[in-house]
């Protein structure tokens, strides 16, 4: 139905100018509520709270997530509140309708010496040379920094030009924040930047453009892709034999917030490396590190200590 289309297109882009949202978050809303106008097969302006509803209802039966419910709500609230800005209906349907809330899981890790075993894999897998020295430096640049996997593979080359001990990155929204970068990683990426410096200087020879990248990739994105990486690191894991099913780029962002907040990082510290806006989604790494947080109360609070 066009007038859905036009309907979503117009509060996706005002909400993109006004929040500066994350492309990725964008497309999310778009798909839910386009979801919901195919449930729905009216103009998605008419609709009442008892349509809102009954989509929740029948999202629960087809067993998705309470995450993806929560998220499903949020987009139709939203999309709501804009049809009431804009004038196209007095009230908002769904603005009394509470989520499902979502399960908060603790995230899963890995150790320091597996996450050691996958880099000192990195090195080795790939068909060529230059293969193998591009994955040692996203495994080296993924546990140094935290990045997110899109951050990582997106990474323009002028960001690490000049061996720099910090860099800047583009996350969520545009937002930009610094990431520091290890010795090993520094390390890695120099003999990465020949190979980069090597592949341009031979483009312009033959009159091809020069990839803005670090990571150049043939497809449409001109970068590596996410689904590429995750094969890469599934590989690597099955050479350094770990379960595959619990290695991802995600895990290792995991592993890098999780190491450090055991090696006594503060919080705040590492929320800003995430890059989390707020520090409730950062806290969920003291869960994970429960045990080790009660032994440094009982062996260093005071009143802990015994006579």
């Known amino acids: 139905m066009a007038a859905n289309e036009n309907a979503i297109s117009a509060f996706l882009a005002a909400r993109s100018a006004e929040k500066n949202a994350a492309k ?22 008419e609709a009442a709270r008892e349509d809102v509803e009954d989509y929740l209802t029948a999202c629960d039966a ?3 997530s309470k995450a993806t419910r929560a998220r499903r709500l949020s987009a139709i609230k939203q999309f709501f509140r804009f049809a009431v800005e804009e004038g196209w209906r007095k009230d908002n349907p769904a603005i009394r309708l509470s989520g499902p809330g979502a399960s908060q899981h603790l995230p899963k890790t890995l150790s320091p010496e597996e996450v ?7 090195g080795q897998i790939g068909r060529t040379p230059r293969d193998r020295r591009r994955n040692l430096v996203l495994m080296e640049m993924l546990y140094a920094t935290g990045l997110r996997v899109t951050e990582l593979v997106t990474l323009p080359i002028a960001a690490v030009k000049g061996d720099p001990r910090m860099m800047l990155v583009k996350g969520k929204g545009n937002k930009e924040r610094l990431a520091p970068l290890s010795e ?18 031979l483009a312009r020879k033959e009159g091809k453009p020069v990839s803005r990248y670090l990571f150049p990739g043939s497809g449409k994105e001109g970068h590596l892709t996410r689904q590429q990486f995750f094969v890469l690191i599934k590989e690597m894991a099955l050479k350094a034999g770990i379960d595959p099913a619990r290695v991802s780029p995600h895990v290792l962002r995991h592993a890098f917030a999780t190491h450090l907040l055991a090696g006594g990082a503060d919080l705040r510290v590492i929320q800003t490396l995430l890059g989390h806006p707020d520090l409730s ?3 969920i790494y003291t869960h994970v590190l429960e045990d080790h947080l009660k032994e440094l109360v009982l062996n260093h609070h005071p009143l802990a200590k015994k006579d």
Do not use: C, K, M, S
């Not at 990725?24 to 302006?45: C, E, M």
């Not at 050691?116 to 990195?122: E, G, K, N, R, S």
């Open 24 to 45: 990725n978050t964008a497309l999310a809303y778009g798909r839910d509520l386009i979801d919901f106008a195919n449930h729905l097969q009216a103009p998605l302006v």
């Open 62 to 64: 087809n067993g998705l």
């Open 116 to 122: 050691t075993a996958l880099i000192d894999q990195a």
């Open 184 to 201: 090993p990683a520094r390390l890695a990426l120099t003999f990465w930047l020949r190979d980069r410096e090597a592949e341009d200087d």
């Open 281 to 283: 989604t950062t806290e």
